[in-house]
């Protein structure tokens, strides 16, 4: 399944890390200017305001909020911990209806002193606790598999194929799947596993896997500067029904040391261009 | 399946990579008065002398080859490139007979410009081609699955799972796996992997996850440095009736940097506590 040309910006959100160097108010107006219908909001940028003004923020720009980054980290090795994690996304999940947001984004997380199984059982708890908060808030709960690469600090949920395991175990509503193409592109499974995963996808992520990638973290490329069959993947998310916004979020240093409005017009470019 | 303790040196070997600043008859010479039993040689200690000239170095040391490392990099956007890299493969079948080597670990390659199911492909096409010359030679070739985290430059043979794929298309008894805990510890599949491999596992690898890993390439840990569960898996592994090398292949600048006497007693320790 190839996707249609992308010829509008009608779809498109930026995260707010993509550009990092900007505070709220910059990110909201020079998204707005560009033409940008929505934005991800992550959780450093409430800093400061309280949640009504960082929504009329949004709201001066007409600026959607695709999703609030980011809840989870839900393991622990201390009862304590697993507890307060999961008090840290009820409070999330207040954010995200306060400023308008339809879901949470979730790194579930992990700790390199227990094991992956046991981590994985402790994400799924900590996600049922916030269930019935998600669902009065009307905020949906959306899992992101993390690549392998992460599995030991930031989340033992690494694949699709287990995303969707995760769904099946907690049979909710509330609960879905973000699919970025970073974390995903690799994986033979991956086509059958967008086909599983059907109306559970409920964001998708945009960026590229740069050649070679030198830092775990902040060396992600904008689409277009890798290796990823951006366009292709898309398709596959799009013959599930999925309409949601395309979120752009790249971690890069190098881009986050250039000029930003330079950097927000090539995302526009490179959206248009080969996404 | 948890594994017996391991209370001998018998099955340990070390690969000439993971004590790289030591040329070959310094690390023959090492292993040997360390009481080590095997080696597995990567094909740039071969270089400055004659492959006889290697085994007798060797020899002189009663050291048993574990394995040649390595070949593979099959894919190439280039009939040229793809010939050139079976050309250099049965070469590399040929030093590993001339030196004694069961097997020679596969390192398949992958090409950011085309796409994983092209490189898969050409894989499959490069090690057929080079089957015959394998059994020739009495040399087995062992398909390592690489982490995700190598699939644009190094590998697009990424887990377990696709690697017994590729043993199921090519349907030889030359072809096996080799498992390297470092490539595969994160994988929910892996214990059903391991046993659906069974006897295709030629060869077992160890080191460790370091939390958190600085460099893609070369931050690997000693074993007990970081969080994979190593004795669960050599459980898994030697479940299929494994009975070869434990493999230690470490790559890391900053072990590199140390007095490489104390790291080789360090590894023989660690080896005999944790694995």
Known sequence: MSAADIDTLSRLAVHTMTTKPWDLETAAEKYGAAGIPAITVWRQWLEGRTLAETKQILDDQGLAVAAHCRGGFFPSTEPS????????????????????????????????????????????????????????????????????????????????????????????????????????????????????????????????????????????GLMGEGCIKIREIRGWIEATGFTGYHEVEIFSSRHWERDQDTFLEEIKQAYLSVC
Chains 1, 2 share one sequence.
């Open 81 to 220: 911990g697993r507890q307060s994690a999961i008090d840290d996304n009820l409070r999330c999940i207040d954010e995200a209806a306060a400023i308008g947001a339809p879901m949470v984004v979730l790194v579930c997380g992990a700790v390199p002193e227990q094991s992956l199984p046991e981590s994985r059982k402790q994400i799924a708890e900590g996600i049922a606790a916030c269930l019935e908060h998600a669902g009065t808030c009307g905020v949906k709960l959306a899992i992101e598999p993390l690549h392998p690469m992460y599995a030991d600090q930031r989340s033992a949920v690494n694949t699709l194929g287990q995303a969707n395991a995760l769904c099946d175990t907690i049979q909710s509503e509330w609960v879905g799947i973000a699919a970025d193409v970073y974390h995903l592109w690799w994986d033979d499974r991956l086509e059958a596993e967008i086909k599983r995963a059907g109306s559970r996808i409920l964001g998708f992520h945009l960026c590229d896997w740069l050649s070679p990638t030198h830092d775990l973290l902040l060396d992600r």
